[in-house]
């Protein structure tokens, strides 16, 4: 069984860019959820996909957009990098079927804009 | 909205002292609760979840959790740690109904001196 992996590992940018991060669900999978981890802080739910469709937000602005594949594979993207978004971003799977929606992250990607 | 509080930000036992992490959190519905470890250099793994029955739980290593709905609390428990056990720890609650997205409290960094 393939657990989630997520690309790339580590990232630099300048404020304005563009980035774009990816996420591989778990085998059987077919929720992605993508989490911000700032310095010294836990987790921040960004948004959830189920289906290809986002499935709930958190305070997060649009320039935060996301994409899920018919393989259940996703995309973070975040433009006009700012400052503040240097973070560890996750990604987590799941399978939406009753139970308690059990996630499994992958490693991160450590994303810094200077 | 939910919110999540972990009362120890740092803790330094020795080997073979017990361990009592808190972690208290506020929602007006039903919840599942897991506890989440990252080792230095890991991802995020599951310690072990509660969603519903006998309240207290047990997990992976030896740790278990106590659910006391009445206090909305589910401290993290292991009767003597390890050095291996030196990492940060995090609360998460999700609702049992919609989205479940994770909400995480901000950590424990638990340091075992050997």
């Known amino acids: 069984e393939t657990g989630v992996t997520q690309s790339p590992t580590h990232l630099i940018k300048t404020r304005g860019q563009q980035v774009t991060l990816r996420c591989s669900s778990q085998s059987g999978h077919n929720t992605v959820s993508w989490y911000q981890q700032a310095l010294g802080q836990g987790p921040q739910f960004i948004f959830q996909?189920?289906?290809?469709?986002?499935?709930g937000r958190g305070n997060f602005p649009p320039r935060f957009s996301g994409l899920q594949f018919p393989n259940y594979s996703s995309e973070l993207n975040v433009n006009a990098l700012e400052l503040d978004d240097s973070a560890l971003y996750l990604c987590a799977s799941s399978l939406a079927s009753g139970g308690a929606y059990e996630q499994f992250f992958g490693p991160g990607t450590r994303l810094t804009v200077l | 909205a939910q919110s999540v509080s972990q009362h120890n930000h740092h803790v330094i036992l020795s080997e073979a002292a017990s361990l009592e992490l808190g972690c208290n959190y506020s929602?007006?519905?039903?919840?599942?609760l897991f506890w989440y470890v990252q080792y230095p250099g890991q991802h995020l793994q599951l310690l072990l979840k509660?969603?519903?029955?006998?309240?207290l739980v047990k997990g992976i290593k030896g740790f278990e959790a106590e659910f006391i709905k009445s206090k909305f609390s589910f401290n993290l428990r292991k009767p003597s740690v390890q050095w291996s056990d030196t990492a940060e720890y995090f609360c998460a609650v999700n609702a049992q109904t919609g989205r479940r997205a994770l909400t995480f409290g901000s950590g424990t960094r638990l340091q075992v001196q050997p």
């Open positions: 509660y969603f519903s029955g006998d309240p």
């Open positions: 996909y189920y289906r290809e469709e986002e499935n």
């Open positions: 929602y007006g519905g039903t919840v599942n």
